[in-house]
């Protein structure tokens, strides 16, 4: 889709703004008792609102799942243009995303022979496709196929069966995710004809779990799949007992590229408004279920927030702006894409937060807030603290597609979200409104208003700056 002259226009203007914008702001910083005032107000209109469960509800019925460079992805596209607008925000434009393009089209998995039966399992994303037919060799984890000799796989698949483990935080999809993203190369590297994964969830469905893999430069790639949890631990079972042929059918693959778009709406600041504070979510989703953890409840907290910051009787100083990322999914091309686009925009980013865990409820709040910041970042703290969420200094990092921007020198803050159920659903069928608590979406929204407002309203800056050297 080109993007038409006015949303150039748009961009133009931002990309401009950095010409006004001081250099880092090191004094320092604290929010004023005018804007600590207001936080209970937010906090109470965003608990008593089923706003951010309401455009959740929309982006997943009237577009369902939306990944990367499909049909639907555009129609996504399309839909938070038009929300954004029926919110009532100052401005709207798209800036475009590039990438590569994978489709899947169809998968299955058999085992053979004396004990035949169906596997489910779900292709990789980056998966090239083909049917590919041999003796299945366990692993219990990466490490012990990186130790696999070169040539010892030669017309095998290759099995990883490593346990992903249960985290509030999330710390065990790390681990997981490693198995997917490394795998298929080091079963390459030892002459697999074909890779197969226990899924990287904490489920116990018959559910696969897609994501994204990547193959080293100069291997072949193979077909790659991950199994459902419970059929992971039948396959296990069924080589304790003899050895297993196993089939593979994969019909997928890459398909040229793609263009999407961030999708971006603002909340004009009162006397700052080349400033911003930008919070998000990534619009794209997997193709299994209908994305509703993943990510729609984040688009649906972050834009009901700026909408009741723009309800309130006095905006806060600076933009609110909000960004619906295009294809985090497959490489984080719309973080990146941001990050390029408005580099020069740095020190006009007051702070960044981005909603990508699901729709549980926030718990925790940490931030990069320098020591200049640190009463500011205390005071937005007190305010969140009504809302169960406790001061975690030092924990956590930015999420996924403000990263490129942080590893830049944006400053981030982080709404920790209670993930012990998420990898449940991730990337899985799954991923369905039903599994969403208004209620917890409500406390997700608030926090977010809470916290976008007190930085917009900040006397003084978080610490956005480009790094110095060893930084």
Do not use: C
């Not at 904490?202 to 897609?210: A, E, L, M």
Request: net charge negative.
């Amino acid at each position: 889709m080109r993007v038409p002259l006015w949303a150039s226009a748009a961009t133009l203007l931002i990309a401009l703004q950095p010409a006004t914008v001081a250099a880092r702001d090191t004094s320092a910083t604290r929010i004023p008792d005018e804007a600590l005032a207001v936080a209970p107000q937010l906090r109470e209109a965003a608990l008593a609102s089923r706003l951010g469960y309401e455009i959740t509800e929309s982006l997943t019925t009237e577009v369902g799942p939306r990944m990367a460079g499909s049909e639907a992805d555009a129609r996504a596209v399309k839909w938070a243009q038009a929300k954004f607008h029926e919110l009532g925000f100052d401005k709207v434009w798209l800036e475009p995303v590039t990438f590569p393009k994978w489709i899947r089209r169809s998968e299955s998995g058999h085992v053979l022979g004396e004990n035949a039966q169906p596997l489910t399992l779900t292709a990789l994303g980056g998966s090239p496709g083909g049917t590919v037919e041999g003796e299945v060799v366990r692993f219990a984890d990466l490490a012990a196929l990186e130790a696999a000799p070169a040539g010892s796989l030669a017309g095998k698949i290759a099995f990883v069966d490593y346990r992903m483990e249960r985290a509030r935080d999330g710390s065990g999809y790390g681990p997981g995710s490693r198995v997917r993203s490394r795998g298929p190369s080091e079963a390459i590297e030892a002459g697999a004809s074909g890779f197969l994964m226990r899924s990287a969830g904490t489920d116990s469905h018959r559910n696969p779990h897609t994501g994204i893999t990547r193959f080293d430069d100069g291997l072949t790639p193979i077909p790659s799949a991950a199994l459902s949890v419970p059929d992971a631990e039948q396959l296990t079972r069924l080589l304790a007992l003899r050895p297993q042929q196993v089939r593979m059918q994969i019909d997928a693959g890459w398909d040229g590229e793609a263009t999407s778009h961030n999708v971006i709406g603002e909340i004009t600041g009162s006397s700052k408004p080349g400033e911003v504070v930008l919070i998000g979510a990534h619009l794209d989703s997997w193709d299994l279920g209908t994305g509703a953890v993943d990510d729609a409840a984040g688009v649906g907290i972050t834009m009901a927030a700026a909408k009741l910051i723009a309800d309130l009787p006095q905006r806060p100083a600076r933009t609110i702006r909000v960004v619906a990322f295009a294809n985090e999914e497959q490489g984080l091309y719309g973080g990146k894409a941001y990050a390029a686009a408005h580099a020069d925009a740095l020190t006009a980013h007051q702070i960044a937060a981005e909603s990508d865990f699901g729709a549980g409820r926030v718990y925790g709040y940490s931030s990069s807030a320098p020591a200049h910041a640190a009463e500011a970042d205390r005071q937005i703290a007190q305010a969140l603290a009504p809302l169960g969420i406790e001061h975690m200094p030092g924990k956590g990092g930015p999420g996924p597609d403000i990263s490129p921007f942080a590893a830049q020198g944006l400053a981030w803050a982080r709404l920790a979200q209670d993930g012990t159920d998420y990898f449940d659903l991730h990337h899985t069928p799954d991923d369905t409104l039903d599994k969403i608590d208004p209620d917890a979406v409500a406390q997700n929204v608030a926090a977010y208003a809470v916290f976008a407002y007190l930085a917009a309203s900040a006397q003084g800056g978080f610490g956005s700056g480009p790094k110095a050297a060893g930084e």
